[in-house]
Nanobody, 121 residues
Framework: QVQLVESGGGLVQPGGSLRLSCAAS????????MGWYRQAPGKQRELVAT???????NYADSVKGRFTIVRDNAKNTVVLQMNSLKPEDTAVYYC???????????????WGQGTQVTVSQ
């Protein structure tokens, strides 16, 4: 069973920066991808950024050029550096990791507890 522990988040003014970290433990050798999703009030959870064990990244269009995801396989951590933050980035951010079960893409997802990011004056 994979456990994910998040840190970072908080309140920042528009244009500011925040850094989110996520540390994985338990069954970590089986993790294929790690990343971040977010959920704003009244909205569905959405992908923010992911990175595979091989280093391939995927970003939501809304954060490209502002957010950077980095993975340290040796430390089993993933970091999301968020720059030029906007009020619309306000949400609960969840760390995600998943294992691939087969070549068709079936997977098992694991989630952190979530951390609040608020961008406001």
């Amino acid at each position: 069973q994979v456990q994910l522990v998040e840190s970072g988040g908080g309140l920042v003014q528009p244009g500011g920066s925040l850094r989110l970290s996520c540390a994985a433990s338990g069954g970590i050798r089986s993790i294929y991808s790690m990343g971040w999703y977010r959920q704003a009030p009244g909205k569905q959870r959405e992908l923010v950024a992911t990175i595979t064990s091989g280093g391939s990244t995927n970003y939501a269009d809304s954060v490209k050029g502002r957010f950077t995801i980095v993975r340290d396989n040796a430390k089993n951590t993933v970091v999301l550096q968020m720059n030029s933050l906007k009020p619309e980035d306000t949400a609960v951010y969840y760390c995600n990791a998943y294992r691939l079960l087969n070549v068709e893409g079936a997977r098992i997802d694991y989630w952190g507890q979530g951390t609040q990011v608020t961008v406001s004056q």
